[in-house]
């Protein structure tokens, strides 16, 4: 229930800095099936080589050196939401409880290392780790599309809950 807490807070973190922003739940409000899940892959990463490492092109073009096994993906994926305007949209991953707990060992492991996002096996989004993360969920801003981000949520989002 505490890492719940704390992704709300995310959450609201990110509604508060998002002006006009509304959240986009298009899986509850049409009650549809969900949609083919988009692949994601989540790598440690770094700047400089590392032995055994595989080197990509990161969102600039400069070379980024990352572990050839991901941290995390789409498996470890259990809901997500999206955050969206006309000007951008942020998706919110949640993990499953045994994803969370790698991610923060992860990513605690690996402070002042990047942290690549694959979506569909293209990087979008390579952030330098400035913490661990500890609350289950990740924000991924990364220039994504509205109808993208609608995509990614109808894909990974839970089922809608019944009548309250």
């Keep these: 229930m505490r890492a719940t807490a704390a992704s709300l807070l995310i959450v609201t973190a990110l509604s508060a800095a998002s002006g006009g922003c509304t959240w ?3 899986h509850a409000a049409t009650g549809s099936r969900r949609a083919e899940r988009v692949p994601f892959r989540f790598h440690v990463a770094a700047d400089s ?3 055994g490492w595989s080197v990509v092109q990161d969102e600039y073009g400069r070379p980024l050196y990352m572990d050839p096994t991901p941290a995390l993906t789409e498996a470890d994926i259990v809901d ?3 955050l969206v305007s006309d000007q951008r949209s942020i998706v919110v ?3 499953r ?3 969370s707990a790698r991610l923060e060992r992860v990513t605690g492991e690996s402070v002042g290392r990047r942290f690549a996002v ?3 096996n293209r990087l979008v989004v390579s952030p330098t780790i400035a913490r661990p993360v500890t609350e289950g969920a990740l924000a991924i801003d990364a220039g994504l599309s509205r109808d ?3 995509l990614i949520v109808r894909g990974y989002a839970a089922p809608a809950a019944g009548p309250r």
């Design 93 to 95: 991953l949640y993990f």
């Design 118 to 120: 694959f979506v569909d």
């Design 24 to 26: 986009s739940d298009e």
């Design 148 to 150: 993208q981000a609608d």
């Design 80 to 82: 997500a939401s999206a």
């Design 97 to 99: 409880l045994m994803a």
């Design 49 to 51: 080589a590392q032995e």
